[in-house]
T-cell receptor, first 116, second 112 residues
Framework: NAGVTQTPKFRILKIGQSMTLQCTQDMNHNYMYWYRQDPGMGLKLIYYSVGAGITDKGEVPNGYNVSRSTTEDFPLRLELAAPSQTSVYFC???????????????FGDGTRLSIL | KQEVTQIPAALSVPEGENLVLNCSFTDSAIYNLQWFRQDPGKGLTSLLLIQSSQREQTSGRLNASLDKSSGRSTLYIAASQPGDSATYLCALFTGGGNKLTFGTGTQLKVEL
C-alpha cells in the first residue's frame, strides 16, 4: 500500500521557471491538500480539494495553481518560480474533512524545492 | 485567527525518561486536535487524534490530553527511547474551512 506518493523528491529551479509537483494517493480519499513547510515554521495550507473537479484556496495560495481531474491525483503548479517559494512541499490526503471523525491526514514524504 | 504555540522548540532527554510536550492554542472552538511525528526528510505521521468532546487518547507509550478551556494539549511519552527522536507537531482543526493549523513543533532528541 503506497499511500501518498510525491515526485520529485528534490528539485532546483531558476527564478521564473515553472514546474509541477506531482501527488498521487491510492487510498481512494476524497480530500487532498498541499502544504508548504518553511524552516522553523509549521505547515501552511496552499490549496485543497474535496473531490475530483473541486479545488479551493488555503492560507497561502498566491503563486500556485492546482487541478483535480481524478480522485487519485492532485498536482501543484508553480508558474513563475520566485525565491520566496523555496520550501518543502507536502501533499496529504484524508477520507473525510481534515480530521473529522477519527480519520487522520496521510502525508507524502515531501518535495524539497530550491529556487535560485 | 487560531495561533498554535509549542514550547520548548527543542528538547534533549536521556533514554528512559518520561517527558511531556506542550501545545497551546488561542481559539478554543476546535473540532479536534492531532499530534504528528516528523522524521528528518520525511512527511508527517499521525500519532493521536483527540475529538473536541474527548479529554485524552492513548496509544502504547503515548498519551495525549486536551483541555479546551485553558487552550492546552500535552503529549506524554513514557519510557522514552532513542527511536522516539523526531519533531512532534500538534495541529488543530477549527472548522470554517478544511484547514489544520499547525504548531511549529518540538524537536526531541533521546540520548543513550
Amino acid at each position: 500500500n503506497a499511500g501518498v506518493t510525491q515526485t520529485p523528491k528534490f528539485r532546483i529551479l531558476k527564478i521564473g521557471q515553472s514546474m509541477t509537483l506531482q501527488c498521487t494517493q491510492d487510498m481512494n480519499h476524497n480530500y487532498m491538500y498541499w502544504y508548504r513547510q518553511d524552516p522553523g515554521m509549521g505547515l501552511k495550507l496552499i490549496y485543497y480539494s474535496v473531490g475530483a473537479g473541486i479545488t479551493d484556496k488555503g492560507e497561502v495560495p498566491n503563486g500556485y495553481n492546482v487541478s483535480r481531474s481524478t480522485t487519485e491525483d492532485f498536482p501543484l503548479r508553480l508558474e513563475l518560480a520566485a525565491p520566496s517559494q523555496t520550501s518543502v512541499y507536502f501533499c496529504a490526503s484524508s477520507y473525510s474533512r481534515a480530521g473529522i471523525g477519527n480519520q487522520p491526514q496521510h502525508f507524502g514524504d515531501g518535495t524539497r524545492l530550491s529556487i535560485l | 485567527k487560531q495561533e498554535v504555540t509549542q514550547i520548548p522548540a527543542a528538547l534533549s532527554v536521556p533514554e528512559g525518561e518520561n517527558l511531556v510536550l506542550n501545545c497551546s492554542f488561542t481559539d478554543s472552538a476546535i473540532y479536534n486536535l492531532q499530534w504528528f511525528r516528523q522524521d528528518p526528510g520525511k512527511g508527517l505521521t499521525s500519532l493521536l487524534l483527540i475529538q473536541s468532546s474527548q479529554r485524552e487518547q492513548t496509544s502504547g507509550r503515548l498519551n495525549a490530553s486536551l483541555d479546551k478551556s485553558s487552550g492546552r494539549s500535552t503529549l506524554y511519552i513514557a519510557a522514552s527511547q532513542p527511536g522516539d527522536s523526531a519533531t512532534y507537531l500538534c495541529a488543530l482543526f477549527t472548522g470554517g474551512g478544511n484547514k489544520l493549523t499547525f504548531g511549529t513543533g518540538t524537536q526531541l532528541k533521546v540520548e543513550l
